[in-house]
């Protein structure tokens, strides 16, 4: 069966500090894989997501960076956390339209 | 283009009485759909998806929906709401090229 795996669960960083979210699925291959964030109070958005190894597409121009080194693999960074940066994290992948998304269990991120 | 527009920000009921959460959507292509649950500081879970096979769809938890095309719509009900249905809830299109997209949500409070 299909797993994913979102880690770390919660994370508290300084301004300025860097950051870096993976995201792991197994039992699948060449899923497509997203990262979306939820503010507080707000919807989802889209952030990232990812058809292949090295292809990353960006929805949000902002100081965050996506990699997928690996085919199940795919990172969430930054170089300098913004107080803004703050929300939930949420990694998801996906094989086709028809069977919608598998949601990763999320990272709640807390910049200070 | 596509869009999705939950009516409800809100929605509040009495545990035991019936749940209604209504999603309209706009699609150029026939759109599978999907209703996704998400409780606090949790990932999202799907509760249920349309994907052009039987317009009335039942889900996990005792949720259904009913996939209407003329009126573009895809409400989610529940004949009796239990206190663990508190939760948010994201009506979901997705269109030929895999991308989704997300409403608002509604937040369902279940008071006893």
């Known amino acids: 069966s299909q797993t994913i795996h979102q880690w770390p669960a919660t994370l508290v960083q300084p301004v300025g500090s860097p950051l870096s979210l993976e995201c792991t699925v197994e039992?699948?291959?060449?899923?497509?894989l997203y990262w979306y964030r939820q503010a507080a109070g707000r919807g989802l958005q889209l952030l990232f997501y990812s058809v292949g190894i090295g292809q990353i597409s960006s929805e949000v121009p902002q100081n965050l960076s996506a990699s997928r080194p690996q085919d199940r693999q795919f990172i969430l960074s930054s170089k300098k956390l913004l107080l803004s940066d703050s929300g939930f994290y949420l990694c998801?992948?996906?094989?086709?339209?028809?069977?919608?998304?598998?949601f990763g269990s999320g990272t709640r991120l807390t910049v200070v | 283009a596509q869009s999705v527009t939950q009516l409800d920000s809100h929605v509040s009921v009495s545990e035991g009485t019936p749940v209604l959460l209504r999603c309209n959507y706009s699609?150029?292509?026939?759109?599978?759909l999907f209703w996704y649950v998400q409780h606090p500081n949790k990932g999202l879970q799907l509760l249920l998806k349309y994907t052009s096979a039987a317009t009335l769809v039942k889900g996990i938890n005792g949720f259904e929906a009913e996939f209407k095309k003329s009126e573009t719509s895809f409400h989610l009900t529940k004949p009796s709401a239990h206190m663990s249905d508190a939760a948010e809830y994201f009506c979901v299109v997705s269109n030929s090229w895999g991308k989704f997209q997300f409403g608002a949500g509604t937040q369902v409070v279940v008071t006893p």
């Open positions: 699609s150029s292509y026939s759109p599978s």
């Open positions: 998801a992948w996906s094989v086709t339209d028809l069977y919608g998304y598998t």
């Open positions: 039992g699948t291959s060449n899923p497509n």
